[in-house]
């Protein structure tokens, strides 16, 4: 179900006018239209502690691995379905289910919401009261009605025109319809209200009330932080953000800073961030090649170019968990480790290369080092960060695309410190010790 049929597209739109006007005491004084973000920059920043959506789950390692697994495998088919040149106009990004949920505030006086932290979607949105569909969520719905600063957006407030699709209400109040690739959507109104991220509080956040919704139940919403006009960065008007993810295995929670907070010293390694002018959103970068050990794989730069159709290129994303090649340049990298691994292959129900360990611990296994080289930049990735060790095997936590689309998944990206130059249009990997951030 990628997005609504027209008819009930349509009554859905009808219903949530109906609801806006139902309660219209609290949308009668909307406040002074945003016409963009930049009257509303921050100058500051803030740090916010990033939770796994696994790590309160007391799973074993293997119900970990086969749970990154499934998310990776439907992230990626959400990525391909938002490519997809017939269903371009109707999903508007790859999915709402979690990996890392981040805590905020709304309203005045404030109330403390969870959200999935997206950077491959824009949209920043919260179930509302009254709910016609809404999924159970950790925390209260959020009622417009008992705090002091919301406000609608009305229709001829520019941020209303930036959605994707959608509709005016009789009391100029702006509707919404927001699909995701995995078949999932929210719809309800765009509002304005006072957001706070640890004690800095921001006013006039544009975010969807959502008040009709299907789909995976991840916290009390999403926070979209991709490059479009409707999210969370762009909104603030802060050019910079960055996160820090702990292992996927343990229960430390992650960081994420945006602004002043983003800034970072120390060995910085530099690489230019691509924009598909066809699906803006998406973070895309230059990987050039590949080496295993002392080997460069024998790929073509094109493998993992970004092609003017929209397809291919590589997608740097945090809601993806696993690494999942082009099938090209994954036939290579299988190839070379098991040529370099010097141990019998074991199968495995999650990944497509794993090797039994030696029977005697004391027995050393060699792990050839893995680098990818990005443009101006090349990222050798810790060893924990492409191989795991459970129940006597060894895997390699990367999957085949089964396409010419690449994504660099977050699993591959923990204890290094991610930074998003939106003005310069660079991404920089420091090595850190995310623990301890």
Known sequence: M???????????????????????????????????????????????????IDSGGNFTNSERLYRAVKRSNRRLQMFLTAKHPKLR??????????????????????????GTMDTGSDLIWTQCRPCLECFSQPDPIFNPKKSSSFSNVSCSNNLCHQLPKSQCSAYDGCLYNYSYGDGSFTAGYLATETFTFKKVSVPNVAFGCGIFQFGPESGDGLVGLGRGPLSLVSQLGEPTFSYCLTSWLGSKHSTLLIGSHASVNGKIKTTPLLQNPLIPTYYYLSLEGITIGRTRLPVNKTTFALNADGSGGLIIDSGTPVTQLAESAYTHVKEEFKSQIKLPQANSTEFDLCFKLPSDPSDRVKIPPLVFHFKDADLALPTENYMILDSGIMCLIMLGSGDTSSTFGSIQQQNILVVYDLYKETLSFIPTECDKF
């Open 2 to 52: 990628a997005s609504l049929p027209p008819s009930l597209s349509s009554l859905l739109f009808l219903t949530l006018a109906l609801i806006l006007i139902s309660i219209s005491p609290s949308l009668s004084t909307p406040r002074q239209p945003l016409d963009g973000h930049q009257d509303q920059q921050m100058k500051t920043g803030f740090k916010i502690t990033l939770k796994h």
């Open 89 to 114: 106009t109707t999903v508007y990004a790859p999915a709402g289910e979690a990996e890392y949920l981040m805590n905020f505030s709304i309203g005045t006086p404030p109330k403390s919401y969870y």
